[in-house]
């Protein structure tokens, strides 16, 4: 059975994506995927003769969700009769973008008409990759002369991409690519994220994880680049299909569902399988009682900070702790943790943090 992923590369104007998406395809078919590319619907649209200023910004923008969207199903129909064993849909660029030129009540309007909520949207795409803006730490190569569409001087490239950081704060897998080596470092990096989504040589989950002390709520609400996403997700083990976990990711019709089959590695990796289910699958699932290991629910902040992207999970039965994650390419991996929380101490090793064990430790509290 062929295996499709969807990755969104996003990021203001001259961030590389049109290249990137380029060198992605080459180096992913050497590894045997078959790829499917989408270029920039807005610049197609706008060499045709259809831009905001002769339309109309909220006409334009809604053409062109609706145009990209219709060329992301038409390449996932494609990638379905493939014979590869691996599939990806390179879009230069995805639905969210579009929210960053628009208001957000235009935005939802637009995307509502389509059938799409912002859980929806950001749930779409297996990954999304921020190339950051040459005008934010490459200035030197920042140009508008290689598309005919771009006419951004520096700081409204830097405001645009910040913008779209903002608003795709909230996908499951958001990486920022920044410009802290040259283009050819920034590509290298790239692909490394690449073949980890798509799992070259395997689906890896790699994560370390802190308690931390009860965070600042208002400091995260008011975060430029961070989203609160509610979560609940329930622990099974079935004779038909093992242990595997069912999660609701959103609330009411933006609610998402995800089944998820973890094996272990060691205390820190893990390949891990997700796939979307139902509603109705989802509800069955929940219902079999007699195979519930444990329901936890949470209120999960997705943060970008320092170009890194950090998970801070909030419980309704502590108000003095929390956990923090952040999920690495290698367990060696550096990085540096936000300087807004208080860490207690690390417990990626201690099995009494896990959100399966804490289901059943507080299963009194959801019951």
Same mark, same amino acid.
């Given at each position: 059975?062929?295996?499709?992923?969807?990755?969104?590369?996003?990021?203001?104007?001259?961030?590389?994506?049109?290249?990137?998406?380029? *060198?992605?395809?080459?180096?992913?078919?050497?590894?045997?995927?078959?790829?499917?590319?989408?270029?920039?619907?807005?610049?197609?649209?706008?060499?045709?003769?259809?831009?905001?200023?002769?339309?109309?910004?909220?006409?334009?923008?809604?053409?062109?969700?609706?145009?990209?969207?219709?060329?992301?199903?038409?390449?996932?129909?494609?990638?379905?009769?493939?014979?590869?064993?691996?599939?990806?849909?390179?879009?230069?660029?995805?639905?969210?973008?579009?929210?960053?030129?628009?208001?957000?009540?235009?935005?939802?309007?637009?995307?509502?008409?389509?059938?799409?909520?912002?859980?929806?949207?950001?749930?779409?795409?297996?990954?999304?990759?921020?190339?950051?803006?040459?005008?934010?730490?490459?200035?030197?190569?920042?140009?508008?002369?290689?598309?005919?569409?771009?006419?951004?001087?520096?700081?409204?490239?830097?405001?645009?991409?910040?913008?779209?950081?903002?608003?795709?704060?909230?996908?499951?897998?958001?990486?920022?690519?920044?410009?802290?080596?040259?283009?050819?470092?920034?590509?290298?990096?790239?692909?490394?994220?690449?073949?980890?989504?798509?799992?070259? $040589?395997?689906?890896?989950?790699?994560?370390?994880?802190?308690?931390?002390?009860?965070?600042?709520?208002?400091?995260?609400?008011?975060?430029?680049?961070?989203?609160?996403?509610?979560?609940?997700?329930?622990?099974?083990?079935? $004779?038909?299909?093992?242990? *595997?976990?069912?999660?609701?990711?959103?609330?009411?019709?933006?609610?998402?569902?995800?089944?998820?089959?973890?094996?272990?590695?060691?205390?820190?990796?893990?390949?891990?399988?997700?796939?979307?289910?139902?509603?109705?699958?989802?509800?069955?699932?929940?219902?079999?009682?007699?195979?519930?290991?444990?329901?936890?629910?949470?209120?999960?902040?997705?943060?970008?900070?320092?170009?890194?992207? *950090?998970?801070?999970?909030?419980?309704?039965?502590?108000?003095?702790?929390?956990?923090?994650?952040?999920?690495?390419?290698?367990?060696?991996?550096?990085?540096?943790?936000?300087? *807004?929380?208080?860490?207690?101490?690390?417990?990626?090793?201690?099995?009494?943090?896990?959100?399966?064990?804490?289901?059943?430790?507080?299963?009194?509290?959801?019951?």
């Amino acid at each position: 059975m062929t295996q499709i992923y969807k990755i969104a590369l996003t990021g203001g104007p001259c961030a590389g994506k049109t290249s990137a998406a380029a *060198f992605l395809k080459t180096e992913l078919e050497r590894f045997g995927a078959e790829v499917f590319c989408l270029e920039e619907t807005a610049t197609a649209l706008m060499n045709s003769g259809r831009t905001p200023g002769g339309m109309g910004s909220y006409a334009f923008h809604s053409l062109l969700f609706k145009t990209q969207l219709e060329g992301e199903k038409r390449l996932r129909l494609l990638a379905e009769q493939s014979t590869a064993g691996k599939c990806v849909i390179l879009c230069d660029r995805g639905l969210m973008d579009s929210r960053a030129y628009v208001t957000d009540e235009e935005f939802f309007a637009y995307a509502k008409e389509n059938g799409f909520g912002e859980n929806h949207i950001l749930c779409e795409y297996d990954a999304v990759f921020h190339l950051v803006t040459a005008a934010d730490g490459a200035q030197e190569h920042y140009q508008t002369d290689n598309n005919e569409a771009r006419s951004e001087d520096i700081e409204t490239a830097r405001r645009i991409d910040n913008r779209l950081l903002s608003v795709w704060t909230g996908a499951p897998h958001l990486r920022v690519i920044d410009n802290s080596t040259d283009f050819e470092g920034k590509l290298k990096r790239l692909l490394i994220e690449t073949l980890a989504v798509v799992g070259i $040589p395997e689906p890896l989950e790699i994560e370390r994880k802190f308690l931390i002390f009860y965070p600042d709520l208002s400091l995260l609400n008011n975060m430029h680049a961070c989203c609160r996403v509610p979560l609940s997700q329930t622990y099974l083990e079935t $004779p038909e299909e093992g242990r *595997f976990r069912v999660r609701k990711r959103g609330e009411g019709e933006d609610a998402v569902f995800i089944k998820t089959v973890k094996k272990k590695i060691s205390e820190i990796r893990r390949i891990e399988i997700e796939e979307s289910i139902s509603e109705e699958e989802y509800e069955n699932y929940i219902s079999r009682k007699e195979y519930c290991g444990g329901t936890i629910a949470k209120d999960r902040y997705c943060i970008v900070w320092n170009n890194s992207y *950090f998970e801070l999970d909030v419980f309704p039965f502590w108000d003095r702790f929390a956990l923090l994650e952040i999920e690495l390419l290698d367990e060696n991996q550096e990085f540096t943790l936000p300087d *807004f929380v208080t860490v207690i101490k690390e417990v990626t090793y201690d099995k009494s943090f896990r959100n399966k064990t804490l289901a059943v430790t507080y299963k009194d509290y959801f019951n």
